[in-house]
């Protein structure tokens, strides 16, 4: 394809992973931070951006003591030239972490930054600065663009295990230079405590770098805040941030498994019951530690279009804060449905307004592979289908709203991503097989874990004429990522063409799957 090769931006991220080097990962190395006030500010959880655009993008950092955070941002590693962006002052009400967003960039260009920490006393006392680089969304088309997705990170006990190089999976995906990554979801398991080893088939252990926020359930906002920095122990990952920003949504982890507003809590290990209590607090730390643009508007949204020049609109989902309770989903009638009637309203107008070649809608939970929510007597249901493969009924009918309108209005380019399910798979939605007929063809691609337990293919719903034409699964429950089973997804859009090539890829980059897609058909 006609991507544009950019020199020296390997060397950069590595040169943050070595800045960030000295982060010692202690038993209690997620405790808070303390106010030492010798030294200087420094930042070793290295830097992240996020939500980047054609002339703007998002810079994060987190200081290890009250700082002011300035950003140095230029065309060059060398810094000749640089512009000077002046952040926020990191104290104990953001867990010391901050955002800076960077405006006026060119368009298809390579920057580097670097982000210095200021004593707020004396800003001429700053820590040593930490690097690290992005490229903005090219305005040209014939630059194309490539990222990669996924999701599902330390759950089901399995943590940051040095023994196996850690979260390893985040080297593949840099190596194959993306201009972001798309994080569909469950970036922590709050609800999931990390024990030192785990016993695994045929004698062997799994060893866990563990924290004292990883040892229980997270309830209060310090153990949240303290599942989102257990992550960033991991030198693979603050190296991947360094060098690809991110496209961040949410999804039910990073609270407790399966939640939904107003939920009660009867699980025993939970002192505080009230979801929407625990909620808040979760989101509290998720808007501290990651720079997402409309987290800081009054309504601190999740949801939200990210725009990536003329070849690709994202639009991010929230499929978790606005659904309806979990329930058998049977009901004929279901106006919230697992959108919100704000949020789907909202993304048809987006989608009608859009005029980028692929509109990908990034999502957090799959369409039409069920997904249970408990098996005592007739379970409830998690995601938009629950097995009956008749008429749409529960939240199926805002799905079928919303590929009805997508078809009437003549939307073309629509792909579905999402992770979730803790497999790899590509389904080929087709009114000629479904039960509810008014919408045009689409695909819907499936990656995850990054690492967290494997489990086997869910089974599909008729409603929609879903027809599986890969899967890779384990048949057993909760494989460990050290057997394998942990999946990426890599999307590349030819300048030249406008095809669209989508790629399920194993955590080493083995290729698994490949489809083309073509620009402006419908049904392909």
């Not at 799994?206 to 004292?212: A, F, G, P, Q, S």
């Not at 919230?336 to 309203?345: M, S, V, Y």
């Not at 000629?432 to 874990?449: C, M, Q, T």
Request: charged share 25%.
């Amino acid at each position: 394809m006609s991507h544009r090769p950019f020199p020296g931006r390997r060397s950069v991220l590595r040169g943050s992973l070595a800045a960030s080097a000295a982060l010692t990962l202690p038993v209690a190395a997620g405790a808070a931070p303390a106010l030492a006030l010798s030294g200087r500010p420094r930042a070793g959880w290295g830097v992240q951006t996020g939500d980047v655009t054609s002339d703007s993008g998002l810079v994060w950092v987190r200081s290890d003591r009250p700082a002011r955070m300035i950003v140095e941002a230029a065309a060059t590693e060398s810094f000749r030239g640089a512009r000077r962006f002046h952040g926020p002052l990191l104290g104990a009400g953001t867990d010391f972490t901050g955002t800076t967003r960077l405006h006026g960039l060119p368009p298809g260009e390579q920057i580097h930054y670097r982000v210095l920490l200021a004593d707020p006393d004396d800003p001429r006392r700053t820590g040593e600065p930490v690097t690290g680089t992005f490229r903005t969304a090219s305005a040209r088309r014939r630059d194309g663009v490539r990222f990669v997705w996924s999701g599902d990170l330390a759950g089901q006990g399995w943590g940051i295990n040095p023994e196996i190089g850690g979260y390893r999976i985040y080297d593949a995906m840099a190596a194959l230079d993306p201009d972001f990554f798309l994080c569909s979801g469950d970036n922590i398991y709050a609800d999931g405590p990390l024990t030192g080893t785990v016993a695994l088939p045929g004698g062997r252990t799994w060893r866990n770098v563990t924290t004292e926020e990883k040892a229980k359930v997270a309830e209060t906002l310090t153990e949240f805040r303290g599942n989102f920095r257990y992550n960033l122990l991991d030198e693979n990952l603050r190296a991947f941030n360094a060098g690809v920003p991110s496209i961040i949504q949410w999804d039910d982890h990073e609270v407790t498994n399966n939640w939904f507003p107003g939920e009660l809590l009867s699980d025993s290990r939970y002192t505080e019951k009230n979801i929407d209590v625990l909620a808040a607090r979760a989101r509290q730390a998720f808007s501290e530690y990651f720079p997402i643009s409309t987290l800081r508007r009054p309504d601190g949204r999740v949801y939200r279009v990210v725009r990536h020049g003329p070849l690709l609109d994202v639009f991010v989902l929230d499929m978790r804060t606005h659904r309806n309770a979990n329930s058998p989903d049977d009901q004929t009638t279901d106006p919230q449905g697992i959108l919100g009637r704000e949020q789907l309203e909202w993304l048809k107008r987006e989608l009608a307004r859009s005029r980028a070649v692929w509109k990908v809608i990034a999502a957090d939970m799959p369409l039409g592979l069920v997904v249970p929510d408990g098996t005592d007597g007739a379970p409830n249901f998690e995601a938009v289908a629950q097995g009956d493969p008749g008429a749409p009924l529960g939240r199926e009918l805002q799905i079928a709203e919303l590929l009805r309108f997508v078809k009437h209005r003549r939307i073309t380019g629509t792909v579905w991503l999402t992770a979730d399910v803790h497999h790899t798979s590509a389904q080929h939605y087709d009114p000629s097989r479904a039960a509810f007929k008014d919408f045009a063809p689409f695909w819907e691609f499936v990656s995850g874990p990054l690492n967290a337990g494997a489990f086997p293919a869910s089974a599909l719903d008729g409603t929609f004429g879903p027809d599986r034409v890969f899967v890779k699964a384990p048949t057993t429950a909760n494989v460990s990522p050290a057997d394998g089973y942990q999946f990426f997804g890599e999307v590349d859009i030819d300048g030249d063409s406008g095809e669209l090539t989508v790629r399920l890829r194993e955590q080493d980059g083995t290729v698994l799957f490949t489809k083309v897609l073509r620009p402006g058909l419908v049904g392909q």
